[in-house]
């Protein structure tokens, strides 16, 4: 008989390592199990749904697991691996439609179990109008609270990127929007003024941005915080997620930063033959050169292809991440790459930073707006550090040039004497970045 | 008395230096000489003048000679350099207003003369309504001529960008609009199957394409070819530009390829205490290492500024050019950058190529479509040579993640492991760069 490899989770990770391992090697028996009804799908176009672009929930499945069963994978939904025994080479599963449970071999073995929202323990945080939205399941269970009841009250607890994206969908749907976030600014992973921008344009939408307020319970009708109560018929959870390692954590793997599973350059776990990718496992700051915890479907899916390639006998590696992140809340369009100001000083660099505003298009033509971009540049060697932009459209996959000079290690002189596109109908002679480029030089001295 | 500085040339390479070296250099006395009425001004905006979506010519101007003058720069309009004396350090200047030829002495010298469109010893082509277009002069000409006479059949006359970004305006303006190239394709910079989209995309929107077809002559309301006759009330000449270089080859400067003036990594020519930059001077290609004559108005700023600096007293250096070229024809965006198949070719690279077709945003969104993107990799090394990129909105700002990465010597393996940003509204999850680099890196074997 041939050799197993049981995949666990049948999102991107999983089903990246599931199909490439299927083109490179036929012979491999490959049974991939997914605790929910839907295989390889987007959460990310969630927002996007529920704010009605996408027009069905059938639309975010890349691949269904009629698909990958004509691939020649084993693709069971509805079946939830409980139990992991390294040393016996098999998983225990329940098969969630009927409510038994099996033990299945594997020779290989490929961790793909995700991330789940965070959840804090306070009151009322698990009523039925309370959403945390991960996963297909969560969006079905959130279209339908929504299409039931039709909530004209929405607060949204966190002001991360899931979080934002879903109060500009509720807004386009004509609810009344409020985000409520303990921290003194929206988004995080933006230096602080820069996120005062997003909760300006956010303002400037309509939305009620509540900021340094702690929610303290959820009660009927309403949220209860630290500095008084927001009426609310549906409370959407935007507080991140966290790694779901746990069936790593009971086998004995390592775990790292957040409890995210370590691996390899490969994608190999400390056990041997087992691998991991995806929202459930740590990655390297190719800057900082630190641990990270970026659950990404673009860092999934490049994870799954790297551990897919290794498992099946090839080698490819995944590098590292450069912390590159986008999204769109309302005409705004935000994008980070890099370190910001605390992960600079947290990673011992000294840096100077550099403010500018800049045209995304020749300032001339009919459409220029002015865009926003903030850039960290290392004391000495002026090595590039990050940016970031907040601007309108045309902004945001600028920050593809910061990423790709993040991890080439550009300084910002270089960045500068680029040769980017010029065209006056897509920029200025010198390029929004290539302005901040020059400003970081100037700080440099 | 304090040294002098002389600048020959009014636009972007010219007063870059000038203005940098006033910065610098409170102490230097500066005059800037230009033939034109004109200075520092957009000659890329002049398509988007003649197709009215830019209403004034002068709104492509960045800085009139007022501004500089108040600036401390002694900036003369209409004052043409005839002569260049490096053993005496003097120019002679011809007065175009009065007639009146003076000479002027100089201590630093920069040279910013531009180039001239290529304009074929051919019967006709000094005619009436025959314009080449590289400056405002040649804007207002051509522009007076458009609004006294109300072309209805307008010949673009050779296939480069500025012809073809022309054809489009006239088709704004309503007129039926003809490219006539003696090449078999359009858009030489691109490999031909890539220009053949273009022509494809020119012609759905209504202009006619002639190609391998060579211009003999204009006539009164037509232009003659090898194949026959075609109407024609205006002719425009899109058949490139040569470097301005007379100047330069007068006083025995070393010229290079094409007649350019050759420079070093400070901008300096062979002329001791004499900078060159912009249209009129050749760079160095940073994936091909030879020397190119690459007249863009991001390379004239970039140039200027490096040559303002050094001759000031300070260091900077301008590392050379990828390549990299951008334009919209109607609805089309077009991007390149590094080298093309017969680029490549002729530096002695053997290489694989790579073209796919992936949606510009997530497949899911509204307003999803195709982009093209042809990538050619180094075999061995698997190094990026170069991308060529057609496609809708949205495409074309996407080269200078290729440009970055030629910058950086990066292999198309490293492409596709870039952080680069997704969200639903801008990407899909591999964004297409990578998407075609994972097809480089599997023919690369």
Not at 141 to 150: F, I, K, M, P, Q
Not at 290 to 313: E, F, S
Not at 342 to 356: L, N, Q, R
């Amino acid at each position: 008989m041939g050799e197993r490899l049981v995949v666990v989770g049948g999102d991107a990770a999983g089903m990246a390592a599931a199909s490439v391992a299927r083109r490179r090697r036929p012979d491999l028996e490959i049974v991939a199990l997914e605790r929910g009804a839907w295989t390889s799908y987007s959460a990310c176009g969630i927002p996007y749904l529920i704010g009605g672009e996408v027009h069905a929930l059938d639309d975010l499945v890349a691949r269904t697991p009629e698909q990958f069963r004509a691939m020649g994978i084993d693709m069971r939904v509805a079946h939830d691996v409980v139990d992991l025994d390294l040393d016996g080479g098999q998983v225990t599963v329940r098969n969630l439609r009927h409510g038994r449970t099996f033990k299945l071999g594997f020779d290989l073995l490929h961790l793909a179990t995700g991330a789940r929202p965070n959840r804090p323990a306070l009151p009322g945080l698990d009523g039925k109008h309370v959403h945390g939205v991960q996963n297909l399941a969560d969006a079905r269970g959130l279209l339908d609270d929504v299409e039931a009841d039709r909530p004209r009250e929405v607060v949204v607890v966190g002001g991360g990127y899931i979080g934002l994206e879903l109060a500009e969908a509720f807004l386009r749907r004509g609810a009344s929007v409020t985000v409520v976030d303990r921290s003194p600014q929206l988004m995080e992973t933006l230096d602080p003024e820069i996120g005062d921008l997003v909760a300006q344009a956010m303002r400037a939408q309509g939305i009620t941005v509540r900021l340094g307020e702690a929610v303290q319970a959820v009660e009927e009708g309403r949220v209860v915080t630290d500095a008084g109560f927001v009426p609310a018929d549906l409370v959407i959870l935007g507080l991140g997620v966290v790694a779901d390692s746990d069936l790593a954590a009971q086998a004995g793997i390592d775990l790292g930063v957040k409890g995210a599973v370590v691996v390899d350059r490969q994608q190999r776990t400390s056990a041997p033959g087992v691998w991991a990718g995806g929202d459930c496992c740590q990655s390297v700051h190719l800057v900082s050169g630190a641990p990270v915890h970026q659950a990404l479907g673009t860092v999934a899916n490049k994870q799954g292809r790297v551990a897919g390639i290794n498992l099946a006998g090839g080698y490819a590696t995944f590098p590292g991440v450069t912390g590159t992140a986008i999204t769109r809340i309302c005409a705004l369009e935000i994008a980070r790459s890099g370190l910001n100001e605390a992960e600079a000083t947290a990673a011992g660099f000294a840096y100077v930073t550099a403010t500018i505003q800049a045209t995304t298009i020749a300032g001339y033509m009919p459409g220029a707006e002015q865009m926003t971009v903030k850039m960290l540049a290392e004391r000495g060697t002026g090595r590039l550090l990050g940016a970031q932009i907040v601007g309108p459209e045309g902004s945001v996959k600028r920050i593809d040039v910061v990423a790709t000079a993040l991890t080439a290690g550009l300084a910002v002189d270089e960045v500068m004497m680029l040769d980017l596109a010029y065209a006056p109908p897509y920029s200025s002679v010198w390029d929004p970045l290539q302005v901040a480029a020059r400003e970081a030089l100037a700080a440099l001295g």
